[in-house]
């Protein structure tokens, strides 16, 4: 079975740039996470998104944006990037049962912003 | 608002030693997750602990939540060069349904010397 997948790997853009990343979740999981990890830091939480609604949204400047689709795939969107935006964006999906919530996360978007 | 103290921050033990990560939070939890980082890799979800003074075992790794459910631990016997990476004790946030709404702790990063 597939597990999540991100694209593109690796990403270099300039200042003032805009970006896309995209995930793909586990398949039956209709939750996507995204998370924002920069170097030496734990991941951060920046959206999540159950049933194509945003149900959670971190401390993140309104630069952030994502969405989520009818096949639960889902893109996060940074417009006018900053050198702090440099870090590992990682997606992750679960399938909720009662109380358990294991997320599994993808590999990760790594975004250099010179 | 909710988060999680880890300690210690950084851990270097010889091969063959125990080594133990504790994780302190201010408030009750309803429960806890762990996670294992890998060295240029993406959080893997170890478990998830839910009951006061519960106690799990995954072969040498022992996991174990406080009975005010205030903190857990991990706890590695005879740490194996496999066991290098950063372990994060994990919070879900409590968004009213929210699912995949994580906060982690900044976490330990162990390292094993052959």
């Known amino acids: 079975d597939a597990g999540v997948t991100q694209s593109p790997t690796h990403l270099i853009k300039t200042r003032g740039q805009h970006v896309t990343l995209r995930c793909s979740p586990i398949s039956g999981h209709k939750s996507v996470s995204w998370y924002q990890q920069v170097l030496g830091q734990g991941p951060q939480f920046i959206f999540q998104?159950?049933?194509?609604?945003?149900?959670g949204r971190g401390n993140f400047p309104d630069r952030f944006s994502a969405r989520q689709f009818p096949n639960y795939s889902s893109e996060l969107n940074v417009n006018a990037l900053l050198l702090g935006d440099s870090a590992l964006y990682l997606c992750?999906?679960?399938?909720?049962?009662?109380?358990?919530?294991?997320?599994?996360f993808g590999p990760g978007t790594r975004l250099t912003v010179l | 608002g909710q988060q999680v103290m880890q300690i210690p921050q950084y851990q270097h033990v010889q091969e063959g030693e125990d080594f133990t990560t504790y994780c302190n939070s201010s408030?009750?939890?309803?429960?806890i997750q762990w996670y294992k980082q890998r060295p240029g890799g993406h959080p893997v979800f170890l478990i998830q602990?839910?009951?006061?003074?519960e106690v799990k075992k995954q072969k040498r790794l022992t996991f174990q939540f406080g009975e005010a459910k205030k903190n857990s631990s991990l706890h590695i016997t005879a740490t194996q060069t496999t066991d290098v990476g950063t372990y994060f004790c994990v919070l879900e946030r409590d968004y009213g349904g929210s699912q995949g709404n994580l906060i982690f702790g900044k976490g330990t990063k162990l390292s094993v010397k052959p």
């Open positions: 602990l839910v009951k006061s003074g």
């Open positions: 408030t009750t939890l309803s429960n």
């Open positions: 992750a999906s679960s399938l909720r049962k009662g109380s358990y919530n294991e997320q599994f």
């Open positions: 998104y159950y049933e194509k609604e945003e149900r």
